[in-house]
């Protein structure tokens, strides 16, 4: 077997020359950028399009496009694309909570084709600004459990449903910027379920992201309940989306989850074991992409303690992907 792409995904502050020297030594071909996820995801994307647009970041993408390497955005986007704002003037646009209240609290409303539109020309936009000659387009939803819009179009729409909807519609625009563009669907949390009775448009790929699991155990282990509840929808999400693309983001060095999401990093080690394991069950299902968070293992890890383990990373992925 052998994997088309093998991906480190870093948070802006983590990228340095060095680090690009170093994923493309050992044969990492695909670097994303992740701005941040949670509630700040709208201010970090933000701060991502200042980032991105430096002639030192500029620089950074071209010496890793002259090793060969992609460069790639991987970003909760909605809240971006579609401003908090917009709520005095369209509540309708917004989902409605529990409760029946409108809110622009996470998200959208999925059945409303006005912001469906108006999402779908913002993706334009930030595809145009964020561009790179990747034409993978990692675009996400809010990064939120219970996110799902209850209006009674929306009811009968699971949270998968509503977010492929959503997905759909970024894709639509990120195509006009880019006609050979292909999105992500982020299966993760509540969007682990099978989608029932929307459709991927055409280009729209399988990103895999358990990010409930166990790491401390196989994802395969079927004694692990955590880890079954990632996997239980896996083999039929492939089947769904295709093979084509398809990619597991992963969590094997991703230090801010170690770290809980706060800075100063936590020292890490790679669990080998695991990862070796996870390997081998998720080439078996098809999978020829895969990456994994790397964020928190930037300038400030090595100053703490010393090189991140990118070289054996690299190596038991294409040892065994
Ligand atoms: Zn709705």
Not at 96 to 110: K, L, Q, Y
Not at 186 to 214: C, F, M
Not at 262 to 282: G, I, S, T
Request: hydrophobic share 40%; net charge negative.
């Amino acid at each position: 077997m052998h994997l088309n792409n093998i991906g480190w995904i870093v948070n802006p502050g983590d990228l340095t020359p060095e680090l690009i020297d170093r994923l493309a030594g050992c044969g990492i071909n695909e670097l994303g950028i992740h701005p941040g996820g949670g509630k700040r995801a709208p201010q970090l994307l933000e701060e991502t399009l200042a980032f991105h647009a430096l002639k030192s970041t500029q620089a950074l993408y071209a010496r890793a496009r002259d090793r060969g390497i992609t460069v790639e955005y991987d970003a909760h986007v909605l809240s971006w694309l579609l401003p908090r704002e917009e709520f005095e003037r369209h509540p309708d646009w917004f989902r409605m909570d529990e409760s029946g209240a409108r809110t622009p609290d996470i998200n959208m409303c999925a059945s409303s084709e006005e912001a469906l539109d108006y999402v779908s020309r913002r993706a334009m936009l930030l595809a145009e600004r964020l561009h790179t000659p990747s034409h993978r387009y990692a675009y996400w939803i809010d990064d939120v459990k219970n996110g799902a819009c209850c209006c009674p179009r929306c009811r009968g729409l699971s949270a998968a449903d509503q977010a492929l909807k959503i997905t759909n519609a970024m894709y639509r625009g990120a195509k006009q910027a880019d006609g050979e563009a292909v999105m992500g669907f982020l299966a993760y949390q509540d969007t682990l379920a099978l989608p029932e009775t929307v459709k991927p448009e055409k280009g729209i790929y399988l990103e895999y992201a358990p990010i409930d699991r166990d790491s401390a155990r196989p994802i395969d282990d079927v004694a692990c309940a955590a880890n079954v509840s990632q996997t239980a929808n896996l083999k039929k999400l492939l089947a769904f989306f295709g093979s084509e693309n398809a990619r597991v983001l992963e969590y094997w060095v991703d230090n801010s989850r170690f770290s809980d999401w706060k800075r100063p990093p936590k020292p890490m080690a790679l669990n080998e074991d695991v990862m070796q394991k996870d390997v081998r069950f998720y080439a078996s299902l098809g999978f020829r992409d895969m990456t994994s968070f790397a964020c928190f293992l930037g300038p400030d890890y090595i100053g703490l303690y010393g090189q991140p383990p990118i070289e054996r990373y690299a190596g038991i992925l294409k040892e065994i992907g």
